[in-house]
């Protein structure tokens, strides 16, 4: 399995402008020494961009299209657009939180999923960020990242209540959240925070780009033993990216036979959960108990 660490995954926009170059070098059929000498810019630099790894200008990809020999106006604009759009991706609305979260590397996952079409998430201990309260939020962040001061949480607070908008509006994300007991169990001390979550989540869960189940202790032993993570999906024709937090080392995979692995264990975790019904069914039933 390819473990990658990195708080900066290639942008969804990079992958493709990566792939693109790759493609349009073999069918110019030139080796990555002859465009250096072309365009005269070092060999390492452009296998650099060919494997994702940095982005390029529209000035670098203009002399790149001509060396491959591209003169359609539209194909050199979409290129040129894949340009325009990593860039500005590289200047996210999270940027003026950068302090924070560059120490909490937290940028990568934030990179990926801004660009992401559908999240396939399974939790063990913890509400999916994005459908988290703001209070539960608070106090999560709080009781994990001790070593941080409160002004500190409360922007990583701001960060993630701003995520949320992902599942709003016309371009909204898909979003399916597999989620164990314990994560509801966990909150049976702060009965307050515990009740304004369960009405977040049967509100979110009546979303029809968001499904949401609940897997109870009674499912015994399963494939996710292993802990939390998320499957992210992108616009064609990017692939799979599996996500996975391992403390402040967090891993994403992306090679096929990582990515279906997890998604077979995603599709053995919604089987065994409790239907979409019987969730919310579940959830009004904890809602009017803590409601006495």
């Known amino acids: 399995m390819a473990w990658k660490r990195t708080p900066a995954p290639p942008s969804v926009y990079r992958r493709q402008l990566s792939a693109r170059f790759k493609e349009l070098r073999a069918d110019a059929g030139l080796t990555l020494t002859e465009v250096s000498a072309i365009v005269e810019v070092s060999q390492g630099s452009l296998s650099r961009i060919e494997n994702g790894d940095r982005g390029t200008t529209p000035v670098l990809a203009k002399a790149l299209l001509d060396c491959y020999g591209i003169t359609d106006p539209a194909a050199r604009e979409d290129v040129l657009d894949l340009v325009r759009a990593d860039a500005a991706q590289r200047q996210p609305w999270w940027k003026k939180y950068s302090a924070v979260i560059n120490t909490t590397r937290y940028g990568g996952y934030l990179t990926l999923e801004s660009s992401a079409s559908s999240l396939l998430t399974y939790e063990t201990e913890l509400i999916p960020g994005l459908l988290q309260t703001e209070e539960y939020a608070r106090q999560v962040l709080t009781a994990m990242r001790f070593d941080l001061a409160v002004p500190q949480i409360e922007a990583l607070v701001k960060v993630r209540m701003r995520r949320r908008e992902l599942l709003a509006g016309e371009n909204a994300v898909k979003l399916w959240a597999v989620i164990d007991e314990a994560a509801i169990r966990r909150l049976e001390g702060a009965p307050e925070v515990l009740q304004g979550q369960l009405e977040h989540l049967l509100e979110m869960a ?76 579940h959830l009004h039933r904890l809602l009017r108990e803590k409601r006495k």
Do not use: C
């Open 206 to 281: 009546a979303h029809t780009n968001i499904t949401v189940q609940l897997l109870p202790f009674s499912t015994g032993l399963h494939p996710g033993l292993d802990g939390p993570f998320v499957i992210m999906s992108f616009p064609e024709p990017n692939p799979d990216v599996v996500w996975v937090e391992n403390g402040p080392h967090s891993v994403y995979f992306e090679d096929s036979p990582d990515v279906k692995l997890y998604s077979d264990v995603f599709d053995h975790l919604r089987a065994r959960a409790l239907g979409p019904p019987e969730t919310t069914a």
